[in-house]
């Protein structure tokens, strides 16, 4: 099992920047993939960003070139760098792991309002 801890929501003006970090614990040694995906009101949950253990990485169409995923594997804690903010990426932003099993978890969840 790998339990997740959100943190770095919050309010922001059109073309601000927020940090996002998530860091997990109990069965870390099994972690493959770390991501987030965002819900926005109304819609469904769509992915956002992804990092493998070797850190390779996947963004969406949507937040290419505005948003950065890393990831620290000593602390067993991905971020998410959020630059040039949109009202379109009010969300709330879940933080997923993918085990070597192909388990997934995910996390609580933060909230994340960018303000026109």
């Known amino acids: 099992q790998v339990q997740l801890v959100e943190s770095g929501g919050g309010l922001v003006q059109a073309g601000g920047s927020l940090r996002l970090s998530c860091a997990a614990s109990?069965?870390?040694?099994?972690?493959?993939?770390m991501g987030w995906y965002r819900q926005a009101p109304g819609k469904q949950r769509e992915p956002v960003a992804r990092?493998?253990?070797?850190?390779?990485?996947n963004y969406a169409d949507s937040v290419k070139g505005r948003f950065t995923i890393s990831r620290d594997n000593a602390k067993n804690t991905v971020y998410l760098q959020m630059n040039s903010l949109k009202p379109e990426d009010t969300a709330i932003y879940y933080c997923?792991?993918?085990?070597?099993?192909?388990?997934?978890?995910w996390g609580q969840g933060t909230q994340v309002t960018v303000s026109s």
């Open positions: 990092i493998t253990t070797a850190g390779s990485t």
């Open positions: 997923l792991v993918i085990d070597n099993k192909l388990n997934t978890y």
């Open positions: 109990g069965s870390t040694f099994s972690i493959a993939v």
